[in-house]
Nanobody, 126 residues
Framework: QLQLVESGGGLVQPGGSLRLSCTTS????????IGWFRQAPGKEREGVSCISSSGGMTQYSDSVKGRFTISRENAKNTVYLQMNSLKPEDTGVYYC???????????????????WGQGTQVTVSS
């Protein structure tokens, strides 16, 4: 059974850092691109970042570019999202998801992903 479990969220002050993990099981991670998404209260889900199967391609939304870094360790079945210089507007529930189709590209369009984790809460506040 395919499963994605996000962890690493929490409460952090503005300017702080967090590293999220997306631990997967039930499928061979190295064959799939993975995306990170977030949803703030009262707002639509937003694509944050994505990474191709080998890590050769990454994408970031304009709102996080230069502050967030996505990476993966296929041998550990895990994808990471390092978040630095956090801002209050980064607050939300963060989800990872699996993108079917070509593993060599990725996208921050949520409609291209078909399996999602339960999410981890990130709160940036003083």
């Amino acid at each position: 059974q395919l499963q994605l479990v996000e962890s690493g969220g929490g409460l952090v002050q503005p300017g702080g850092s967090l590293r999220l993990s997306c631990t997967t099981s039930g499928f061979t991670l190295r064959y799939y691109a993975i995306g990170w998404f977030r949803q703030a209260p009262g707002k639509e889900r937003e694509g944050v970042s994505c990474i191709s199967s080998s890590g050769g391609m990454t994408q970031y939304s304009d709102s996080v570019k230069g502050r967030f870094t996505i990476s993966r360790e296929n041998a550990k079945n895990t994808v990471y999202l390092q978040m630095n210089s956090l801002k209050p507007e980064d607050t939300g529930v963060y989800y990872c998801a699996v993108r079917p189709g070509s593993p060599y590209v990725c996208s921050v369009m949520g409609s291209e992903y078909n399996d999602w984790g339960q999410g981890t809460q990130v709160t940036v506040s003083s």
